[in-house]
């Protein structure tokens, strides 16, 4: 059981919008930045979103991070085949001291 | 280019030890914090450990806190996981990942460059 909680499954078909949830707690994603990743299997995670909402050099702005209360979402914007692919949520900890993820949600297209 | 290359994965029977390595390149080695997360077969990215910059501060999960034991070697480069009574849920793909800014002495969670893994198995 995950510290965070993502939906196991989510799916669009090209162009489509796409959200994921993440739900924490006070001691988590209330008190600490939340980042995301994405991960293809067999790969390396790519590092998606960080500090809530901003996006690393290289990543498209189909990607958004927002964050409220205890909760923070990922949006996918224009669906596209090679968005296909795993996506975490991750922030700190301050009672386990660590960072903590999501159980993942798996992003299908359709 | 910054790079991580993950090493030591292997074959190992319950209640025995491995030792990971990762090689790191392109950056700053001792500015950064650098974290082990493993993915177990079909589950999700579990955060393992963590050390800071300097090596003074480290952090563990619960789940393997008091078996596994972070290091690096700032000189060379490298930093290490050395797993001792391992179990079969241990049995996972290890990753390293860099922080993405640079912490004086602690850690943050913001992992901007993964390697590739290296495997571990603990089956008798």
């Known amino acids: 059981q995950s510290v965070l909680t993502q939906p196991p499954s989510a799916s669009g078909t090209p162009g489509q919008r796409v959200t994921i949830s993440c739900s924490g707690s006070?001691?988590?994603?209330?008190?600490?930045?939340v980042n995301w990743y994405q991960h293809f299997p067999g790969t390396a995670p790519k590092f998606l979103i960080y500090s809530n909402h901003r996006r690393p050099s290289g990543v498209p702005d189909r990607f958004s991070g927002s964050k409220s209360g205890t909760s923070a979402s990922l949006a996918i914007s224009g669906l596209q085949s090679e968005d296909e692919a795993y996506y975490y949520c991750?922030?700190?900890?301050?009672?386990?001291?660590?960072?903590?993820f999501g159980g993942g949600t798996k992003v299908t297209v359709l | 280019e910054v790079q991580l290359l993950e090493s030591g994965g292997g074959l190992v029977q319950p209640g025995g030890s491995l030792r990971l390595s990762c090689a790191a390149s392109g950056f700053t080695f001792k500015n950064y914090a650098i974290h082990w997360v493993r993915q177990a077969p079909g589950k999700g990215l579990d955060w393992v450990s963590a050390?800071?910059?300097?090596?003074?501060?480290?952090y563990y999960s619960a789940s393997v806190k008091g078996r596994f034991t972070i290091s690096r070697d700032n000189s060379k480069n490298a930093l290490y996981l050395q797993m001792n009574s391992l179990r079969a849920e241990d049995t996972a793909v290890y990753y390293c990942?860099?922080?993405?800014?640079?912490?004086?002495?602690?850690?943050?969670?913001?992992?901007?460059?993964w390697g590739q893994g290296t495997t571990v198995s603990v089956s008798s």
């Open positions: 991750s922030t700190w900890d301050d009672s386990l001291n660590g960072p903590v």
């Open positions: 006070s001691s988590n994603i209330e008190s600490n930045t």
């Open positions: 050390i800071s910059g300097s090596g003074d501060a480290t």
């Open positions: 990942a860099k922080e993405s800014m640079v912490t004086l002495g602690g850690a943050i969670g913001e992992m901007d460059v």
